[in-house]
């Protein structure tokens, strides 16, 4: 028997949340479906099981007579390096705020610099989801996404030596790493199991913090 709809978890070809609906193939985005349906139900202004399903027979008519275009943002979700990327992200957090913390009450005067990072990754969507991963440890924040170069540019607090500068750049790698492999693609994690890029500037801009 012939499918009506197929799922994104079924078809690894389709874009994540959405499913293919009839026999022109027409993909529906779940999320678009579930927000228009939640608008039709705040515009009756009662919740009620009848609302709710035919908000739902509204959206799906309206989805197929006026049909998106298909775009694949490169979006995957993989649950295992979810959780690992989560895991990272309070451990690094955590460890970060401890280390700015004792920056801070030391009562020594730290070097301050602003580096640039190469990514491995180029797509827009790594770029950026790398970048706000970045900027959630205290201790850096990222200041500048250059696209044309896949560069993001970090200013770090504590930049007293070159170790510290290396291990700066290494935690940006690390936490690129993490990100591609919750979100990325096949092609994209292959990519960050390559060693990281050569740096093609000489050192960082520096000043008293």
Known sequence: MKRVATFSFRNKELPPLSCEF???R????????????LIWVLLWSTLSWANVITG?????????AFPLPRVD???RLHP?????????LLYDMYTSGVRVTRQIFDG???????IGVPLRCRSDLMLA?????VSNVPGGSIVEVRRSTATVFLHVL????????????NSVWRMEELTVRAFGTRDEIDRVGQPPPDLPWSGPGRGTA
């Not at 504590?158 to 750049?169: G, M, N, Q, T």
């Open 129 to 133: 989801a790398t970048a706000v991963a």
């Open 158 to 169: 504590d930049a007293d030596s070159p170790a510290a500068l290396d291990v700066a750049r």
């Open 108 to 114: 020594r005067s730290h070097l301050g610099a602003v």
């Open 56 to 64: 739902f027979v509204v959206s799906v008519a309206v989805c197929l």
């Open 22 to 24: 009839g026999e022109r």
């Open 80 to 88: 295992w390096g979810i959780l690992c990327l989560a895991a990272y």
């Open 26 to 37: 027409r993909v529906l985005d779940l999320p678009l479906l579930a927000w228009l349906t």
């Open 73 to 75: 943002l490169g979006l």
